[in-house]
């Protein structure tokens, strides 16, 4: 295990956590706290914005509802080259 591993989002800064929903490693800059300590990556933050923090929270906490979240996550991340 690497102790200094770099934020997978924007790459500069070092990572604090990995998000719970995409498992990416994140800094503090580019992470959203939602709860004491829970946290999400922005990415998957403005992914699920429409949920807001208390859905998210939600989802967190059920397994069943992460699996969801990762599910509608991956299908919403664009694909470049991709027209939809
Ligand atoms: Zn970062
Ligand atoms: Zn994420």
Do not use: K, W, Y
Request: glycine content about 8%.
């Amino acid at each position: 295990m690497c102790s200094s591993a770099l934020c997978m989002i924007c790459g500069r800064r070092l990572a604090v956590s990995t998000c719970p929903l995409c498992g990416r490693l994140m800094c503090v800059e580019c992470s959203v706290q939602l709860d004491a300590p829970v946290r999400v990556c922005v990415e998957c933050f403005r992914r699920n914005s429409h949920l807001g923090r208390r859905g998210l929270l939600a989802l967190l906490r059920e397994p069943r509802g992460m699996d969801e979240a990762a599910r509608l996550a991956l299908r919403v991340i664009p694909t470049p080259g991709r027209v939809t």
